[in-house]
Every structure is written in C-alpha cells, then in structure tokens.
C-alpha cells in the first residue's frame, strides 16, 4: 500500500510520525524509562487524533497503541496481538 505524502492526510501523516518516533526511542528503552518517555511525549497524544472503534481503557501509553495503515483508525496493540496469537 502506498501514500504518496502531497496526498495523504494530515492527521495519517502525523499518526505515522507519532508512532515511528515512539518506537524508534522507546524499543532500546527498558520498563522504567519508557515509563518516563510516556510522561514526557505523552502530552502530544492530545494533539493527534487518537479515536478508536472499539471500547478501550481511560489511560494509556504510546506503547500500548498503534496506527493502522490499512483502515487510517487507531487501536490497542494488545488486540492485534490477540489476534495473530490465535
């Protein structure tokens, strides 16, 4: 699938950066310090567009959410986890 950038939706856009940059630093990072990431970039969650389509919990972490490409939504990680556990 591609999104070429001149098309591409803000808010997609931003969805992915979000994501990548969470990642990119918090996947060397261990329990407690990404704990301390999530409080430091945490507040930038406010400034994206993060709804989701089914029910979730009132609080959680960049690292427990993703964007999906594929249907432009976002959801909790551990439910694509579930699935391909399955």
């Not at 972490?61 to 986890?81: A, G, H, P, Q, V």
């Amino acid at each position: 699938m591609e999104f070429p950038i001149k098309e591409m939706d803000r808010d997609v856009l931003w969805s992915l950066v979000l994501v990548s940059t969470t990642w990119s630093y918090g996947g060397a990072l261990n329990a407690e310090t990404r704990q301390m990431f999530d409080e430091q970039f945490g507040a930038f969650k406010s400034k994206f567009n993060i709804t989701f389509t089914v029910p979730v919990r009132q609080r959680f972490t960049l690292f427990e959410i993703y964007f999906d490409c594929e249907r432009l939504i976002w959801n909790m990680l551990s439910n694509k986890l579930e699935l391909k556990l399955k």
